[in-house]
């Protein structure tokens, strides 16, 4: 089609890193780019902190659950869902800031997950490879006090950046007739396609884990959501000034 559209088309998560580092006037550069996405109302409601720290990358691995390629890549980031300046903003003309609403909470983590997206296609045009780490999650409270976040902000992924020292597989996505839909939602025929995908899953995974792993991704998904997902965020959120109305 295009360059453009071939590079997303392309995307894999890169897990494993060449020893060669990023200068920081391209971490600069890619987030002047994620800066320029669209941002709701013109909100601006993402702040990126910059882990370089050896020690603290260490305990942000160990939040996320132990993920050595928060500690290896040569460049960390954590993505912020930030209403801090918000209130700041309103300080400087004396007016009182309506908090806490959960219209605020979806706009402000809307926006930092397409800040983050037009970030992570600047990288890749550049020859970078990304993984996102939503494991910061499990740990969510942990993180925050290590990157003294204040509240009305909270971390919703880290990003590991690097020079790709691997080339997996793309991984095979949902047939289109499943997630675009015409005029209305009618999914009669989703579980037919969705059957004939998980065969196509399949084989991605035994060809990428050399037959070791046979799952499908309805097992996959069927297995994670049985179980509870974070049920401490509601709590942290609340706490932390979002979701109270």
């Not at 993505?79 to 003309?93: E, G, N, S, T």
């Not at 942990?142 to 204040?150: H, T, W």
Request: glycine share 6%; proline share 4%.
């Amino acid at each position: 089609m295009n360059p453009t559209i071939e590079l997303l088309k392309s995307h894999v998560s890169i897990r494993a890193y060449k020893d060669q580092p990023i200068e920081q006037e391209i971490i600069e550069e890619l987030v002047r780019a994620g800066q320029a996405a669209a941002t709701s109302s013109f909100i601006q409601a993402c702040t990126v902190v910059q882990v370089d720290d050896p020690e603290k990358r260490a305990q942000l691995a160990e939040c996320a659950g132990g993920q050595k390629w928060v500690n290896a890549a040569p460049r960390f980031l954590v993505f912020c869902a930030d209403m801090k300046r918000h209130q700041l903003a309103c300080d400087m003309h004396e007016a009182e800031m309506q908090s806490g609403f959960t219209e605020q909470f979806i706009t402000a983590t809307a926006d930092c997950a397409l800040f983050a997206q037009n970030l992570v296609i600047a990288a890749e045009s550049l020859g970078l490879g990304i993984v996102y780490i939503g494991g910061l999650r499990n740990q969510i409270a942990r993180v925050s006090e290590l990157l003294e976040l204040p509240d009305l902000v909270y971390p919703v992924f880290g990003l590991c950046l690097g020079y790709p020292d691997q080339n997996p597989e793309t991984k095979p996505r949902l047939p289109l007739e499943v997630v675009l839909k015409q005029e209305k939602y009618d999914d009669s025929e989703d579980g037919e396609k969705i059957a004939d995908y998980d065969h196509e899953v399949r084989d991605y995974y035994a060809s990428r884990s050399g037959g070791t792993k046979d799952m499908s991704w309805s097992e996959q998904i069927s297995g994670m959501l049985v179980k509870e997902a974070r049920p401490h965020m509601l709590e942290y959120l609340q706490k932390r000034g979002f979701l109270k109305k």
